[in-house]
């Protein structure tokens, strides 16, 4: 360290260090802070612009006489526009930078999200709003890669949280403002306004964020990457770590970027993943849109407690403010399952966190066809929405350990892609099974959930407490210990005394094997 004496003949190996040891070393603090803030607001604003989709559009059947086919398209053009742009910006971000991708994409995504308010046909609204979906996808992939690549090991998981908290957070936001302006003759428009706030916000935010450590790392450019962990070092009070920062040598002479992620040994984790992912989210927004529709529909006799009986000031059917007030306890419902996830993942693993949480959300789907109470009805789908909250939440924090960095955020960016397929078609097929029979929109989760279980037991490697690959294109002379993943030993954090004892390298783990 920088105020410890060296021996010139002892100490030249002793002062090269990897990434992934000066992340480790360094610890977690205030500047962490900063980014857990940038990507949470990130994280808000998305919430609130796909939750915006179901709140408004009884609405827009009203006042543009659209019909179910064409209310059903709007999620459905979102997030497919979500799959392009994640799977594109996955692939600039891996050749351009984390920072730079997210920047941009947030100033298309304010400005496309804010105009949809002021659109004038069925048309252009469609236009708009599959535009901000195209940024929603670009971001949300990315934010997660460069959140997962700047904090330690034993932080991912409370990062993730984090995120998924302020998730909430946005969906509480955009229903309680759904409550005071929806019942105006422009309320849905206002609603689109205020879903815009948190973009305006997260702009500045992301300006004061530094570009992703492993990222100018595997790009060669390591005297940046040096400053910013310097950096990082001063805002959290420790001290810096000093001597040569290094890359080691990769093994894998391709860069394809996509193309790697089906070729060995990525091929069997990258199936795998795609058909779970793609289930999991299919269904977790599939639910987003379905309770709603349960509600007006009376579906179990749901309707003995929330009844669509509400009209605007141009007579248009709205949902009622204890149907918003509904919603918005939903929202808050998906927290012990993002708290859960966690905490499982660290303790007993990514892979049992994903089993249980397929086959409990199975179960528990399929008792939704059993019409019993709708207080049984409403415990069932607080246990659903929790399965499929861990569900999700595991497979972001599971995706980008998955992959080398040189390769990661393609990878997430495509497995989201994917994955808003599965959005696609679960929300669309959502909204059109609930306009003939809500129990047929059931009966399809339950045949993509058997499959999406069952995919869940072939996973092979578990993640936990293994440092991120750096997979880099530096020449330089790696030391001996090369290829051998850095794993989490006991380690104080917070202070000034740090220890190179807190960061073990395992032998047993090679990156072939990974």
């Given at each position: 360290f920088e105020d410890e004496p060296s021996d010139s003949s002892t100490n030249s190996k002793a002062k090269r260090y990897t990434v992934s040891e000066c992340i480790e070393l360094i610890g977690y603090g205030?500047?962490?802070?900063?980014?857990?803030?940038?990507?949470?607001?990130?994280?808000?604003?998305?919430?609130?612009e796909i939750w915006i989709i179901g709140?408004?559009?009884?609405?827009?059947?009203?006042?543009?006489?659209?019909?179910?086919?064409?209310?059903?398209?709007?999620?459905?053009?979102?997030?497919?526009?979500?799959?392009?742009?994640?799977w594109l910006s996955g692939l600039l971000s891996d050749i351009y930078g984390r920072r730079k991708i997210m920047l941009i994409v947030y100033y298309i995504f304010t400005v496309a999200a804010g105009a949809s308010a002021f659109s004038w046909s069925y048309p252009v609204f469609l236009i708009l709003r599959g535009i901000a979906g195209f940024c929603i996808g670009a971001n949300y992939g990315v934010s997660i890669c460069y959140s997962a690549e700047m904090v330690p090991i034993t932080k991912r998981a409370f990062n993730l949280l984090l995120l998924d908290i302020l998730w909430c957070i946005g969906g509480v936001y955009i229903c309680f403002?759904?409550?005071?302006?929806?019942?105006?003759?422009?309320?849905?428009?206002?609603?689109?306004?205020?879903a815009a706030l948190p973009c305006l916000i997260t702009i500045p935010l992301l300006h004061i964020c530094d570009e992703s450590v492993r990222f100018l790392a595997v790009k060669g450019r390591l005297q940046e990457a040096k400053q910013i962990c310097d950096k990082i070092a001063e805002q959290n009070n420790t001290n810096k770590v000093a001597g040569e920062l290094f890359c080691p040598v990769s093994k894998h002479t391709s860069r394809s970027l996509n193309a790697d992620l089906f070729k060995q040994p990525f091929r069997r984790r990258t199936l795998l993943l795609v058909v779970c992912f793609g289930a999991s989210v299919w269904?977790?927004?599939?639910?987003?849109?379905?309770?709603?529709?349960?509600?007006?529909?009376?579906?179990?006799?749901?309707?003995?407690?929330?009844?669509?009986?509400?009209?605007?000031?141009?007579?248009?059917?709205?949902?009622?403010?204890?149907?918003?007030?509904?919603?918005i306890v939903v929202n808050v419902l998906y927290l012990p399952g993002y708290i859960i996830s966690p905490i499982t993942a660290e303790y007993w693993g990514r892979r049992p966190t994903l089993w249980y949480s397929f086959w409990g959300g199975l179960g528990t789907t399929v008792l939704l066809l059993i019409c019993i109470h709708p207080v049984v009805i409403y415990?069932?789908?607080?246990?659903?929405?929790?399965?499929?909250?861990?569900?999700?939440?595991?497979?972001?924090?599971?995706?980008?350990?998955?992959?080398?960095?040189?390769?990661?955020?393609?990878?997430?960016?495509?497995?989201?892609?994917?994955?808003?397929?599965?959005?696609?078609?679960?929300?669309?097929?959502?909204?059109?099974?609930?306009?003939?029979?809500?129990?047929?929109?059931?009966?399809?989760?339950?045949?993509?959930?058997?499959?999406?279980?069952?995919?869940?037991?072939?996973?092979?490697?578990?993640?936990?407490?293994?440092?991120?690959?750096?997979?880099?294109?530096?020449?330089?002379?790696?030391?001996?210990?090369?290829?051998?993943?850095?794993?989490?030993?006991?380690?104080?954090?917070?202070?000034?005394?740090?220890s190179e004892t807190g960061i073990i390298q395992t032998i047993g783990h090679t990156q072939s094997e990974i």
């Amino acid at each position: 360290f920088e105020d410890e004496p060296s021996d010139s003949s002892t100490n030249s190996k002793a002062k090269r260090y990897t990434v992934s040891e000066c992340i480790e070393l360094i610890g977690y603090g205030k500047y962490h802070w900063k980014v857990v803030a940038t990507m949470g607001m990130m994280s808000a604003a998305d919430s609130a612009e796909i939750w915006i989709i179901g709140l408004i559009s009884l609405n827009l059947m009203c006042e543009w006489n659209i019909s179910a086919a064409q209310k059903a398209a709007v999620p459905g053009t979102v997030f497919l526009f979500m799959s392009v742009g994640s799977w594109l910006s996955g692939l600039l971000s891996d050749i351009y930078g984390r920072r730079k991708i997210m920047l941009i994409v947030y100033y298309i995504f304010t400005v496309a999200a804010g105009a949809s308010a002021f659109s004038w046909s069925y048309p252009v609204f469609l236009i708009l709003r599959g535009i901000a979906g195209f940024c929603i996808g670009a971001n949300y992939g990315v934010s997660i890669c460069y959140s997962a690549e700047m904090v330690p090991i034993t932080k991912r998981a409370f990062n993730l949280l984090l995120l998924d908290i302020l998730w909430c957070i946005g969906g509480v936001y955009i229903c309680f403002c759904a409550i005071f302006v929806m019942p105006y003759e422009w309320g849905w428009r206002y609603l689109i306004l205020l879903a815009a706030l948190p973009c305006l916000i997260t702009i500045p935010l992301l300006h004061i964020c530094d570009e992703s450590v492993r990222f100018l790392a595997v790009k060669g450019r390591l005297q940046e990457a040096k400053q910013i962990c310097d950096k990082i070092a001063e805002q959290n009070n420790t001290n810096k770590v000093a001597g040569e920062l290094f890359c080691p040598v990769s093994k894998h002479t391709s860069r394809s970027l996509n193309a790697d992620l089906f070729k060995q040994p990525f091929r069997r984790r990258t199936l795998l993943l795609v058909v779970c992912f793609g289930a999991s989210v299919w269904v977790f927004y599939a639910f987003m849109y379905l309770l709603p529709d349960m509600m007006a529909d009376g579906y179990c006799h749901l309707s003995e407690w929330f009844q669509v009986t509400r009209k605007n000031s141009i007579g248009c059917t709205i949902y009622t403010s204890q149907e918003y007030i509904f919603l918005i306890v939903v929202n808050v419902l998906y927290l012990p399952g993002y708290i859960i996830s966690p905490i499982t993942a660290e303790y007993w693993g990514r892979r049992p966190t994903l089993w249980y949480s397929f086959w409990g959300g199975l179960g528990t789907t399929v008792l939704l066809l059993i019409c019993i109470h709708p207080v049984v009805i409403y415990i069932n789908l607080l246990l659903v929405i929790n399965f499929f909250g861990i569900s999700v939440a595991t497979l972001w924090l599971y995706v980008p350990e998955n992959y080398p960095t040189y390769l990661r955020s393609s990878a997430t960016g495509a497995h989201n892609g994917f994955s808003k397929v599965g959005a696609a078609l679960g929300t669309f097929l959502t909204e059109y099974l609930d306009s003939v029979k809500i129990s047929h929109s059931i009966t399809v989760l339950v045949v993509v959930l058997i499959i999406s279980s069952v995919s869940t037991v072939f996973f092979q490697l578990e993640t936990k407490g293994m440092s991120l690959l750096d997979d880099c294109h530096s020449s330089s002379e790696p030391p001996e210990s090369n290829d051998i993943p850095l794993h989490h030993n006991n380690r104080a954090e917070g202070n000034d005394e740090m220890s190179e004892t807190g960061i073990i390298q395992t032998i047993g783990h090679t990156q072939s094997e990974i």
